[in-house]
């Protein structure tokens, strides 16, 4: 039990960062995509920043429980296992978002951009996700009154990220599935 909580601490620690860079890339994001097709800028605010953020921490503590499990089973090298994972990502999740078209959004002349840019977010949130937990992973290893910090941030987040997780598991099912086979 240690040795997993010890794991999951480290995802934690990980994905906590991964979700603030991967909220801030998603707001520019959204910006390029506001640039290039102006009619469709909602405007920016602060608000909407910080919720995207919230969403990129909460989506990266539900994936770094996956990537806990799954990491040992990936290729050596972050480079590898983040691409992969990322790869994968955007396979379970980002293919069926497109197709789930939220707001129509993502039919229409912007399609090529936006779904070109949030697939690469996909794949870049892995690789970091990857290399933060290889750097965690070494920083811990180096010292073991440093393994205290993945307990706590195993025992402070182990409750929101599986809330995460069952949140977009319950998404998937009750909302994604059923608009991709209304839009088909």
């Known amino acids: ?35 290039v097709f102006p009619h469709m ?4 605010t602060f ?4 919720l995207l953020i919230l969403l990129g921490i909460g989506f990266s503590l539900a994936n770094s429980i996956v990537y806990t499990f799954v990491q040992r089973y990936l290729p050596s090298g972050w480079v590898r296992k983040g691409f ?6 955007l396979v379970i999740f ?6 789930s078209n939220p707001d129509h959004d993502l039919f229409g002349p912007q399609a090529p951009l936006g779904i070109t840019l949030f ?19 070494n920083w811990v290893d180096q010292s073991n009154g440093r393994l205290k910090y993945t307990y706590i941030f195993f025992a402070l987040l182990v409750v929101p990220a599986v809330m995460m997780s069952g949140g977009i598991i319950y998404e998937i099912v009750t909302e994604i ?4 086979r ?3």
């Open 84 to 89: 992969i994972y990322g790869g994968m990502n």
């Open 47 to 50: 608000e909407g920043t910080f």
């Open 177 to 180: 599935i059923p608009a991709i």
């Open 119 to 137: 697939s690469l977010l996909f794949l870049f949130g892995g690789l970091l996700l990857a290399r933060l937990v290889d750097r965690v992973t």
């Open 41 to 44: 800028a909602g405007g920016f």
């Open 94 to 99: 980002g293919i069926p978002f497109f197709l």
């Open 182 to 184: 209304s839009n088909f």
């Open 1 to 35: 039990m240690a040795r997993i909580a010890k794991k999951l601490g480290i995802g934690f620690f990980a994905a906590i960062v991964t979700g603030i860079i991967s909220g801030l890339v998603l707001r520019l994001i959204m910006k390029i995509i506001a640039m």
